[in-house]
């Protein structure tokens, strides 16, 4: 590595660019971005993630103030333990998938699962006598 492309990832690295992007800027493998940065003391967090100064946003759970980061979703909880708090509290709110009957075709035993899945065996047993036939 040249001393013009060292002095290049420290100028990305301190104008907020991401490991990724500084390598790919530069046209060189993320690990080297990555080690080089290690190195030298330039990892931690993204300064490229702007901080929004009081948004108005506070905490479901505990009321907390939420710093949010520009360009990011909009956080919601303070913490994952507010988090989960939340939503243990509130189970009413969940929104859940509802699982649907359906029938094994090898077996014809009933069975449930999220349609989404594409389930159509009961069991690896059914899968196996389907696709290999009854026999081992």
């Not at 493998?29 to 993630?49: D, I, Q």
């Not at 690896?124 to 389907?130: H, Q, S």
């Amino acid at each position: 590595m040249t001393e013009l492309e060292k002095q290049k990832i420290i100028k990305l690295r301190n104008g907020g660019y991401g490991y990724i992007r500084i390598a790919q800027t530069l046209g060189m493998s993320e690990n080297t971005v990555k080690s080089f940065c290690r190195r030298n003391s330039l990892c931690g967090e993204n300064k490229s993630a702007v901080k929004i100064k009081d948004s108005g946003c506070r905490c479901r759970q505990c009321g907390k103030k939420i710093t949010q980061t520009a360009g990011r979703k909009p956080k919601v909880f303070c913490s994952d333990s507010c988090r989960i708090a939340y939503w243990t509290a509130n189970q009413d709110k969940v929104v859940r998938r509802t699982a649907v009957e359906f029938e094994c075709p090898v077996c014809h035993e009933k069975f449930k699962d999220y349609p989404r899945n594409n389930r159509k065996y009961c069991s690896r047993e059914c899968y196996i006598k389907r696709r290999y036939g009854d026999e081992p």
